[in-house]
């Protein structure tokens, strides 16, 4: 949802899983909120960020009943933003 035209992209638009936001996300290689990803080494050069203008970002993963990971829930935005854990936990109750 929101302003997917702003960050220049278009349904059936594909960016390769290792370079996704999510995927970092979920495999601990960044954190779950970054306020700027300027300053996130692992984010700052991938193509998405650069394409999209991805200034911060938020995310969790979301799991099934069982345990395994179903996917993720997160959110960008244009400009950094002052998110930090507390963003991410209130990610993740709305999952629940």
């Known amino acids: ?46 193509r998405v960020t650069v394409k999209a203008g991805i200034a911060s970002y938020v995310g969790v993963p979301v799991h099934l009943p069982d345990g395994s990971l179903y996917g993720s829930l997160c959110t960008v935005s244009h400009t950094t933003q002052p998110v930090d854990e507390k963003d991410a936990r209130f990610l993740t109750i709305s999952t629940h």
């Open 1 to 46: 949802a929101g302003d997917a035209d702003s960050f220049g992209f278009a349904i059936n638009d594909r960016v390769p899983l290792p370079e996704t936001y999510c995927r970092l996300m979920t495999s601990g290689k960044v954190p779950n909120a970054i306020p700027d990803t300027a300053a996130e080494p692992t984010v700052r050069d991938l």
